[in-house]
Structures are given as structure tokens and as C-alpha cells.
């Protein structure tokens, strides 16, 4: 007889995802609340940061999941850290590895181990804004509208095929602050739709295009 559950059988038919963060880990805990509510048709995994401090990892510890810290410095070059975590991720079976805060680049090496398999998010429309501080970037430029773009991962820095994206208004008063909060409300928004798109939708890569065969609605946040 299996000794699993109904529940714990569900689970494990799901497509596992990893999430890797370097701080707070406020868009892996949309993943985790949207997994739980059934938004996201998934199970995260597993969790990976690059610094110990980070406090994402006691969301993860706080809700049963794996974590592992993988601090670079370790690691001679970004080949070898790279190597590194494509093998833990490949020993979990890990279906989809979603970038959620985390402040390295990766490189060749870890996108040939999963490719059209690593999703980001940014804090912008791209590609407007990218690499750090694009919330900072968007104030000093004077854009009235920026947002949130999720994006497949390619070595280029923040320049990846575009899965979805959610615009907010910039006011005359906005501190980067309160842009940032503004902002980062519609990326625990779209990072679990994208996820799921991603995920469970019917879509193909034209050119540079991520095609869905279905419509999001419009808008993306609804
Ligand atoms: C978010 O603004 C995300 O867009 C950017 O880094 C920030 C991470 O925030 N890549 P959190 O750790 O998910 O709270």
C-alpha cells in the first residue's frame, strides 16, 4: 500500500521549481502563496541563495523547503559556481529555475544545463532600465510609466525574451521608494502568471517573440 497521501501524491506530479534568490525574497514568497493557492500549478522545490543572510530562506525554511546556500565567493570561476548549481538543480529534478532577486549573472554553462528553463524578473518595462537600480533609473530618466517585466534568462544582462509584463504609473512625488513599493506589488502579480504561462500554456519562440496560443487577458494583472 503507498504510504503517500492523496495530497503528497498530487504534489508530486507537479513540475518542480526552483527559486534563487540573494536577499529578501518577497516575489519567492508570491510563488510559494500562489503554489499553495493553486494559482500556480507547481511545487517549489527548492530554494537556492548565493549569500547566507538572505532573508528569503527563512520564508523557505518557515514553509518545508529546501534550501541550500551557494556562496560564490567559493568557487574559482563563474564556470565552476555555474557547474555548481546546475547540479544540484538536475539532482532535484528541477523542471523550471525562476530568478527571483538574485544578483549574479549566470553564465553559458548554467543556461545550456536549462535552456528556455530560466525565468527573471525586473523591476521595469525592458528595455528600459536594465542591470541595477532600474527603479532609480526610471525617476532620474522622467518616464511617466515603468513597471515589471518577467523575461527568459540569456547571458545577456536583463535581455531575455519577454513572457509578461505590467506597467504602473510614475507620479510627479515619487520617491524611489514608494516607486519601488508601486512596483514591486505588480511583480507578486505577474511573476506567478508567468510561472504558470510558462509552465502549462501552449506557446513557441518566434525570433526573439514568446508566442502564446491563447490571449492573456488583458490586462495582465487581472
Ligand atoms: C525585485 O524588485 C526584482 O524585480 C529584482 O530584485 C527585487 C527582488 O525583490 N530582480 P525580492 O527579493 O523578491 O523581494
Not at 184 to 189: R, S
Request: aromatic content about 4%; overall charge neutral.
Amino acid at each position: 500500500m503507498s504510504d503517500q497521501t492523496p495530497a503528497k501524491a498530487a504534489a508530486s506530479t507537479l513540475p518542480s521549481i526552483a527559486v534563487l534568490i540573494s536577499g529578501r525574497g518577497s516575489n519567492l514568497q508570491a510563488l510559494i502563496d500562489a503554489a499553495a493557492a493553486g494559482r500556480l500549478r507547481a511545487r517549489v522545490r527548492l530554494v537556492i541563495a548565493n549569500r547566507a543572510d538572505a532573508a528569503g530562506l527563512e520564508r523557505a525554511r518557515s514553509m518545508g523547503i529546501e534550501t541550500r546556500v551557494l556562496a560564490h565567493g567559493a568557487y574559482d570561476s563563474r564556470a565552476a559556481f555555474d557547474a555548481a548549481l546546475v547540479g544540484i538543480l538536475k539532482d532535484c529534478q528541477v523542471d523550471l529555475v525562476c530568478l527571483a532577486g538574485f544578483m549574479r549573472l549566470l553564465g553559458p554553462v548554467f543556461l545550456a544545463g536549462f535552456p528556455e528553463r530560466v525565468l527573471n524578473i525586473h523591476p521595469s518595462l525592458l528595455p528600459a532600465f536594465p542591470g541595477v537600480d532600474a527603479q532609480k533609473q526610471a525617476l532620474e530618466h522622467g518616464v511617466k510609466v515603468t513597471g515589471a517585466t518577467v523575461h527568459f534568462v540569456t547571458p545577456e544582462l536583463d535581455a531575455g525574451p519577454i513572457v509578461l509584463q505590467a506597467a504602473v504609473p510614475v507620479l510627479d512625488d515619487d520617491t524611489e521608494d514608494a516607486l519601488s513599493a508601486r512596483i514591486l506589488e505588480v511583480e507578486h502579480e505577474i511573476y506567478p502568471k508567468a510561472v504558470q504561462r510558462v509552465l502549462h500554456g501552449d506557446w513557441h519562440m518566434s525570433g526573439r517573440r514568446v508566442v502564446f496560443a491563447s490571449q492573456p487577458a488583458a490586462d495582465p494583472r487581472g
